[in-house]
């Protein structure tokens, strides 16, 4: 499909399925090779990492974990309050080598409030893959050890990705029409 509906807007083909397959298997077998024998845990970032995290983690040929985790509100959130959620997840996080896996960092809020619960938590190491990035917007100082691709700063849905809760059943990436 060239272009898609969602809701009340239309959006067209930005990065199709054959591109992402072709990144995340590069992506895979990059993370494959640093962590063979290091028994990682993909720590997935719910809803839409879900999508990304399942092919990704195809491409991964040794012993590892995957958990999943959902930050509903970020924003103001604190850090004790992280830190529950990730006990309510059951995740034995400490001593774990932790790849994050999330779908795009935008203004990266979401990571930026994230990643110190995580640390505080004790994991051996926590590296961060994220399908896309959106420099221009971000504030602050995001680390990102694996990036898929670099976008400009226009909503995008499709491959797990949302526009209020719909379009995440594409396989390809769509972009807002101007
Ligand atoms: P951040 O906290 O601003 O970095 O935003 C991260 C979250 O916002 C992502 O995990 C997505 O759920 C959502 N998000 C940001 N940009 C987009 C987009 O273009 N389409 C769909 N969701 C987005």
Known sequence: MREVTVGDKNFELFIDADTLAERVRVLGQQINSDFAD???????????AYVFASDLIKHFEHECT????????????????????????????QDRHVIVVEDIVDTGNTLSAFLPALTSV??????????????EVLQGKIHIDYLGFEIPPAFVVGYGL???EAGRN????????K
């Not at 290091?38 to 839409?48: A, D, I, M, S, T």
């Open 66 to 93: 995957i958990s999943f985790f959902r930050l509903s509100s970020y924003r103001g959130m604190e850090s004790s309050g992280e830190l529950m959620l990730l006990d309510a997840f059951g995740t034995e996080i």
């Open 162 to 164: 949302d526009y209020n």
């Open 170 to 177: 594409f396989p390809a990436i769509y972009q807002l029409k």
């Open 38 to 48: 290091k028994k990682p845990l993909f720590l997935v970032l719910l809803k839409g």
């Open 122 to 135: 004790g994991p051996a190491s926590v590296q961060v893959v994220s399908l896309l990035s959106k420099p």
